[in-house]
């Protein structure tokens, strides 16, 4: 039987957005959202979830919706410096640890892209496990900028031209390229034991999202949020 952890990284810090993760969205925290989902999913799969904090107001947070942990993010892992990878990666030692288990997929949902559902899930899931030399998945939507079309970058020569080689005289015509949305990522426990140093690698598969899904980066991007769920506007049921 394949075993889960579903992990959710939340630090406290947070520049671009002050206490990002636990700003009310649509009248409660954002990090609720994927707290919902999380379990959700780990109902139906016999999963565990995880919290990474370092924050005790997270926790406490975290533990109104039923979330309790035990875990605390070390200092070394909550700088703005720390990659996510080292965060999921301490975590999963810790849990298995302490449930003397293996997992055979670790599943991140991040919180600050909540625009997804169980059934993304599933479906990633399930990409992830028929793709069986595939040691990670990670959610995208379809760009709609395309480097082989409409995107440009400074060459050494001072001049620009477009980042990708190709003559396309239409995006149509061009390579379908995506945007990472940043909602999820599942990852083989191997993942881990290779030594990879980003989500995407030379084994890596995307499940493309259907519905409306981004990540909030700026102040703008809450308003943008919080006006489509507030609204009914959401093209799917989250």
Known sequence: MNKTLITICARGGSKGIPNKNIKPLG????????????????????????LSTDSQIIKD????FGLLTDYTRPDSLATDSAGKLPVVADVLRHYESINKTKYNFVLDL???????????????????????DAVNIFSVSPANRNPYFNMVE???NGFYNLIAKGDFVTRQSSPKVYDLNASYYIYRRNFFELNYTSAITPKSIVHE????????????????????????????KL
Not at 27 to 50: M, V
Not at 61 to 64: D, G, K, Q, R, T
């Open 209 to 236: 999202v259907d519905h409306m899904c981004f990540d909030l980066d700026e102040p703008i991007d809450f308003e943008f949020m919080e006006f489509l769920i507030n609204n009914n506007k959401l093209d799917f």
């Open 154 to 156: 400074e060459k050494e």
């Open 110 to 132: 991040d919180v600050t892209s909540p625009l997804r559902n169980v059934d993304d899930l599933n479906s990633c899931q399930k990409l992830l496990q028929d793709k069986t």
């Open 27 to 50: 009248g409660k925290p954002l990090i609720s959202y994927s707290i919902q989902t999380a379990f959700q999913f780990a109902k139906q799969h016999d999963a565990e979830i995880a």
């Open 61 to 64: 947070i975290a533990s109104e």
